[in-house]
């Protein structure tokens, strides 16, 4: 004897429906983002992705990076997922001639590299507070040994 359960897989068998989906991939859900935006030899880990910033914080972006004279090159911005810190580190190792690395925004993330690394506020709070861009410059300056 048929149960009505079984019935049902049988009747949406025949007509070709699943009733039953397979699991996705459990190690997407692992996988983190994190946005680049390179100037020179400058680069800016944020939080959200450049070109989804407004005017005036891209042109803040732009003054800070330009503040250090290291923004002569080429304007690259990207997404990079990764799982592990070691797959970050490897990923920002790809950037060629850093000289300074600037994180805004929270992060959560050993840094292990040759360059300096800079953790800063998040664009919205320095644009708001003159006291964190005063703050900020002074750790650029220390870290590139700006007089």
Same mark, same amino acid.
């Given at each position: 004897?048929? %149960?009505?359960?079984?019935? %049902?897989?049988?009747?949406?068998? =025949?007509?070709?429906?699943? *009733? $039953?989906?397979?699991? %996705?991939? +459990?190690?997407? +859900? /692992? ?5 680049? $935006? ?12 450049? *070109? ?8 803040? @972006? *732009? #003054?800070?990076?330009?503040? %250090? ?20 580190? =490897? =990923? ?5 001639? /850093? ?10 993330? =050993? $840094? ?7 953790? #800063?506020?998040? @664009?919205?709070?320095? #644009? ?9 410059? /002074?750790?650029?300056?220390?870290? @590139?040994?700006?007089?």
């Amino acid at each position: 004897m048929l %149960t009505p359960e079984i019935k %049902t897989n049988l009747i949406l068998k =025949e007509i070709g429906i699943k *009733r $039953y989906s397979l699991r %996705t991939n +459990s190690d997407q +859900s /692992l996988q983190k983002k994190l946005h680049l $935006y390179q100037k020179g030899n400058i680069l800016a880990l944020l939080e959200n992705p450049f *070109r989804d910033f407004n005017d005036q914080y891209k042109d803040l @972006l *732009r #003054a800070i990076i330009s503040s %250090t004279n290291l923004d002569k090159g080429k304007e690259i911005n990207k997404t990079i997922t990764y799982c592990s810190n070691n797959e970050l580190v =490897e =990923e920002i190792k790809d950037f060629e001639k /850093l000289k300074l690395i600037i994180f805004f925004g929270k992060n959560s993330f =050993e $840094y292990n590299l040759d360059c300096p690394f800079i953790k #800063a506020p998040s @664009l919205n709070n320095l #644009a708001n507070d003159k006291n964190l861009k005063k703050n900020l410059w /002074l750790d650029i300056k220390q870290n @590139l040994k700006i007089d």
